[in-house]
Each structure stands twice: as structure tokens, then as C-alpha cells.
């Protein structure tokens, strides 16, 4: 598994820290539990970005739903992982690739 997101506040875990206890929580309440979990926290920055649109919160309310998201998307793509090694990785390097390709190749890596 990996984090598709770095942890940098220094009360938290670091990035090896916080992978272990997302296999951690995927181990302790299962796939379904956590992949209900993911549709929910979805929800709630669905509901969030569109509470933001509405002039209703302030764009720094988004970000705590930001947060639910990516730990929860990290722990789908562990579960996807289980079965399928590799698979979401490889993907988002092609999804990446895709959108250098119509940014129109100016970031390409060395
Ligand atoms: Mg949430």
C-alpha cells in the first residue's frame, strides 16, 4: 500500500505511520464496512463543495471532507490492491500522464 497523500503536520504520523494504521483499519472493520465508509465521506464532500458553491460555508470547510476522502480513498485502493497489485498505481500513472498530455507536455519529467 501506498499514500496518496503525505501527511506533514507534525502531531500526526508520519507518511509509514499513517499507511500501517490505514491496513490497520481496513484489517479491523473489513472491506465492506470501509468501502461504505469511503461512499460516505464522498457524499460528504459532494455535499460540502456544493455547500461551498451555495456561498453557504467558506472554502476552508471543504477541507476537513478532503481530508475523510483521501483516507478513505487510500484505504479503497489498498482493498483494490489486495486483489489486483498494482492496479490503482498503474492507473493513476496513466490518468497523470493523460493530463500532462493536455496541459500539453509542459511539466514532462526529466
Ligand atoms: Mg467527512
Not at 501527511?7 to 499513517?18: C, V
Not at 490518468?95 to 511539466?107: A, D, M, V
Request: aromatic share 4%.
Amino acid at each position: 500500500m501506498k499514500l496518496y497523500f503525505k501527511p506533514t503536520d507534525h502531531r500526526n504520523p508520519d507518511s509509514e505511520e499513517a499507511t500501517l494504521l490505514l491496513i490497520e483499519a481496513v484489517d479491523k472493520w473489513g472491506t465492506e464496512d470501509q468501502l461504505r465508509m469511503a461512499q460516505e465521506e464522498a457524499g460528504e464532500l459532494i455535499a460540502a463543495i456544493n455547500q461551498y458553491l451555495r456561498q453557504r460555508i467558506p472554502l476552508l470547510d471543504v477541507a476537513e471532507e478532503v481530508a475523510d476522502v483521501l483516507i478513505m480513498a487510500s484505504q479503497v485502493a489498498e482493498i483494490i490492491d489486495r486483489s489486483s497489485p498494482g492496479l490503482v498505481d498503474s492507473l493513476l500513472g496513466q490518468k497523470l500522464h493523460r493530463l500532462r498530455t493536455r496541459l500539453g507536455n509542459k511539466t514532462e519529467p526529466k
